[in-house]
């Protein structure tokens, strides 16, 4: 595979040294004889082609010089002055240029050389009036900025005051320098904004491509580097690594560099430079390394924008990619979503996916039980050798198998939306029997989920998501946010409460991006998605009156989608089921009205509303259970009677409670006669 790993194993020592020795001499002897040509002249002034009468026996040494540089050319591999010319496509004039560029770096007394033969003692380094005046086969293009060494950045232009490009010092690049001296390492320039990507632990993989011991994806990456196709004119196609999961994305990319015998460097697109120039000189430096050495790059533009021709915040950054890309060459791997117009042809797409739920499960069954793998398997969408590493870690124990899967899933949304540490179990919430029951099916239809879907063939037979949707009806404060928390208690998994103000944007397209994100991210641990107030997200589509009533709609219509491809839990809350569309209501699994609690209810509440360790007196749980309170209200009324009771320095009992009830209903604008609040110490007794 000559187009991606070139022959460019380090050169001896030796072979360089003999080189970079016999090259040194030559340019020596062609100093010297210039040195004396222009001290011979009357007036200093800028030198042309064709050096003054040579010294004598000067032929027979340079002669001997360029023999020696001769034979050491021939080596194999060659020196690294010769073998950065060939990959550069420099002439020999230009590489000879290059090297008395970098002669004074090598050995200091070339400063005072190049001066001598330049007349100049302000001059101690090459000029392109001294490359054209003193080495072979000169030729005037070596000043063009498209030629090897402007083109490439080998050598720096000291523009100084009054000085034309001609008699402006010149000096090597210090990569370049280095190279030559069989030094090889990643331009310091670039390392701000690149990072090394190393195999985690635990995930390399056995066997060459093809083997079907790697990742598809990545033999497929492999399989696109190897043939370059003729239409492309021998330049290597961007790959765009499509899919929702970055961590999957970058394993892959990973492992198809490593196959290829690359080192990958990883860089977010956000920090590509916005100065059309600074961004051509980053281009040009990566297009050089990637000569250099064995390396790929792979841009994360998960996070930018698409560039669909309309101006939006990402639009610029957008910009800067395509022109990033269109400039470097070289295997390069683009981790996106979605397909991205602006990636320059030529360029091949390569969708990442997890591995299906039975190799998953065949690889958890290594060491853990079958039952235990097939839940983990069903619940998880990691790959093959996280599985593995997580299952060895584990030692055998599901349990800890399953709370590292759901550390290294839980999606990072920034300010999307916010993890709740779920409190509540089964024996914490107060609901009628049927609703208590319809919780417990969203609990069982989660935990089966796999079973039903994937050993039992009814995925096949929908082609739908295989997620599960609920929406929780009814007044604040009873219990919409505790059933989710029971829930996820219930089941092992993270919950999310989304952050509608964060989520909903009066722009066009970012509410739609932002909800991608949001579901792209909790997709590979089905973490449960909480929507809280969802009437303000989910509302019905109106008549199209003008282009905000238009993607309005294109947002609902967008987030019934979603709803049906996420593979998790999405629980939707809201007080106002009316305001729902229609259609949505339609593709909901479950729908759990949570209606205020009756007396029954509340009487259950108020005895499970103060912990064991409380000091509580006598409360008469029954006339409490008469005053109109929701769950929400109970638990406030509770709180704020233990904080009066310690302020007071005595237990809980009903006097306290009773004014935190009156307090709690006047807040709520539910204002009661004050003779049911009265307490005379006893409770009542019921005949």
């Not at 080189?19 to 001499?25: C, F, P, S, V």
């Not at 999310?496 to 909903?504: P, Y």
Request: charged share 25%.
């Amino acid at each position: 595979m000559t187009s991606v790993q070139s022959d460019r194993t380090s050169q001896p020592d030796d072979v360089n040294e003999r080189y970079l020795e016999a090259g040194l001499a030559w340019l020596r002897l062609l100093l010297r004889a210039q040195a004396q040509a222009v001290g011979s002249r009357p007036a200093p002034g800028p030198n042309v082609p064709g050096a003054g009468a040579q010294p004598p026996g000067t032929d027979e040494q340079l002669a001997s010089a360029a023999a020696a540089m001769e034979r050491a050319a021939a080596a194999d591999p060659p020196p690294a002055l010769v073998s950065l010319g060939g990959l550069l496509g420099l002439s020999a004039f230009e590489r000879h240029a290059l090297l008395l560029c970098a002669a004074p770096e090598l050995d200091p007394a070339f400063a005072e050389l190049c001066a001598a033969a330049q007349g100049d003692p302000g001059l101690p380094c090459a000029t392109f009036a001294l490359a054209l005046s003193v080495l072979p086969e000169p030729a005037w293009d070596v000043l063009s900025p498209y030629r090897g060494l402007r083109y490439w950045r080998l050598v720096d232009v000291d523009r100084a005051a009054g000085r034309t490009l001609v008699t402006s010092p010149l000096r090597a690049d210090e990569r370049i320098v280095n190279h030559l001296k069989g030094l090889d390492y990643l331009d310091e320039r670039l390392e701000a904004l690149v990072t090394l990507l190393r195999p985690a632990p635990g995930a390399a993989r056995s066997g060459p491509p093809g083997s079907g011991s790697g990742h598809p994806a990545a033999e497929e990456i492999v399989g696109h580097w190897q043939h370059v196709s003729a239409w492309s004119g021998g330049r290597m196609p961007v790959v765009q690594l499509l899919g929702p999961d970055r961590q999957t994305k970058r394993a892959v990319a990973v492992e198809a560099a490593a196959a290829a015998g690359l080192l990958l460097y990883g860089m977010p697109a956000g920090l590509l430079p916005g100065a059309a120039a600074d961004l051509d000189t980053v281009a040009r430096l990566w297009q050089r390394e990637s000569r250099l050495l064995p390396l790929a790059l792979w841009l994360d533009a998960d996070d930018e924008e698409r560039a669909d021709g309309d101006v939006h915040a990402g639009g610029e950054a957008t910009g800067r990619l395509g022109r990033f890309l269109d400039r470097i060459g070289g295997p390069c791997l683009v981790a996106t979503r979605e397909t991205r117009p602006d990636v320059p042809a030529p360029t091949a797409v390569v969708e990442v996916v997890p591995p299906p739920a039975a190799e998953r499960a065949a690889a958890w069954r290594t060491l853990l039980p079958p039952a235990d793998a097939d839940r983990l398997a069903g619940q998880f969408a990691l790959d093959l050798p996280s599985i593995h590493e997580i299952a060895a870690a584990a030692g055998g124990d599901p349990d800890a198998a399953w709370r590292d899967c759901l550390v290294r899933t839980r999606p990072r949304l920034g300010g999307l939306a916010r993890r709740l540490e779920p409190g509540a179990g089964w024996d914490d919430i107060v609901l009628p029997a049927q609703e208590a029951e319809l919780l417990r099916q969203i609990a069982a239809q989660v935990a089966q989920r796999d079973t039903v879907y994937r050993n039992w063939g009814f995925a096949q037979r929908t082609g739908r998501g295989l997620g599960i949707s609920a929406l929780f009806t009814g007044p604040s404060g009873t219990g919409k946010t505790m059933a989710a928390e029971v829930l996820a208690r219930h089941l092992g998994l993270d919950l999310f409460r989304v952050d509608l103000s964060a989520a909903v944007s009066k722009y066009i397209g970012e509410t739609e991006k932002n909800l991608r994100r949001l579901f792209d991210a909790a997709e590979p641990g089905g973490t449960i998605l909480f929507f809280d107030e969802a009437d303000a997200l989910f509302g019905k589509r109106s008549e199209v009156k003008d282009s905000h009533d238009r993607y309005a709609n294109i947002e609902v219509g967008y987030l019934l989608q979603r709803m049906e491809s996420y593979r998790g839990l999405a629980i939707l809350a809201t007080n106002q089921r009316r305001a729902l569309d229609t259609a949505f209501l339609r593709r909901l699994r479950f729908i759990v009205p949570f209606d205020f609690p009756g007396p029954a209810e509340r009487r259950r509440m108020w005895e499970r509303a103060f912990p064991d360790a409380a000091p509580v007196d006598i409360l008469d749980a029954d006339r409490l259970a008469e005053l109109p309170l929701s769950g929400g209200m109970i638990r406030n009324i509770a709180l704020n009677a233990a904080f009066s009771a310690a302020s007071a320095g005595t237990p809980i009992g009903m006097p306290a409670v009773l004014a935190a009830a009156r307090a709690e209903l006047r807040k709520a604008d539910m204002p009661l006669p004050a003779a049911d609040f009265s307490w005379d110490g006893q409770p009542e007794v019921t005949p």
